[in-house]
């Protein structure tokens, strides 16, 4: 079964830098996207970016364009998103789901049907 | 970017009625438009893709329709297990945009 298995929490002060990793079982890791999604306290869901892990493209959200990077371990299916110059507002809860299969163009082809469980990053002095 | 407006803000029904749960784009996104159901503590769960393909799971009873900037998500014949805040999400535009949600009450 497809599972995305999610590092813990993580307490940073402002100015900081945090890496959340993602570590993908059951599925072709290197077949799927895998996008980053955040989500504040009492806020909907914000997405950050996605990578493919097989040529590492990335594309960000502007918002967080210098300061997130997103890698990929294909060794061990893994992804990680480092972001960095934490602020107080980048509390919250961060996922990764996967995302549409790469050959699957189109309409019809599902996206974010699986999510890890999530991280809590609290930013606080 | 792609604004997303979803409205009502909350819907409160009883079992068994239908809900319907708009989702307003502020340019076309043709047919990449995705729901999602979140309940309290957990991650958004995909419910509708492409506007009306039901994911792995999901019963008949949640049915996705519209296309270019108006969409419906209607949930029929509710139960108490479908009380959550539904959230719509494009993928036509980068960067991709949810709306703000809908929260259904079962009363």
């Known amino acids: 079964q497809v599972q995305l298995m999610q590092s813990g929490a993580e307490v940073k002060k402002p100015g900081a830098s945090v890496i959340v990793s993602c570590k993908a079982s059951?599925?072709?890791?290197?077949?799927?996207?895998m996008h980053w999604v955040r989500q504040a306290p009492g806020q909907g869901p914000e997405w950050m970016g996605v990578?493919?892990?097989?040529?590492?493209?990335?594309n960000y959200a502007p918002k967080f364009q210098g300061r997130l990077i997103m890698t990929t371990d294909t060794s061990t299916s893994t992804v990680y998103m480092d972001l960095r110059s934490l602020r107080d507002d980048d509390t919250a809860v961060y996922y990764c789901?996967?995302?549409?299969?790469?050959?699957?163009?189109?309409?019809?082809?599902?996206?974010?049907?699986?999510w890890g469980q999530g991280t809590l990053v609290t930013v606080s002095s | 970017e792609v604004v997303l407006t979803q409205s009502p803000v909350t819907l409160s029904l009883s079992p068994g009625e239908r809900a319907t749960l708009s989702c307003r784009a502020s340019q076309s996104v043709d047919t990449y438009l995705a729901w999602f159901q979140q309940r309290p503590g957990q991650a958004p769960r995909l419910l509708i893709y492409d506007v009306s393909h039901r994911a792995t799971g999901i019963p008949p009873r949640f049915s996705g329709s519209g296309s270019g900037t108006d969409f419906t998500l209607t949930i029929s014949n509710l139960e108490p297990e479908d009380s959550a805040v539904y959230y719509c999400q494009q993928r036509k535009n980068w960067p991709r945009t949810f709306g703000q949600g809908t929260k259904v009450e079962i009363k």
């Open positions: 059951g599925y072709s890791f290197t077949n799927y996207y």
């Open positions: 990578i493919s892990p097989t040529s590492g493209i990335r």
């Open positions: 789901t996967r995302g549409g299969e790469i050959t699957c163009v189109g309409d019809g082809c599902p996206q974010s049907d699986f």
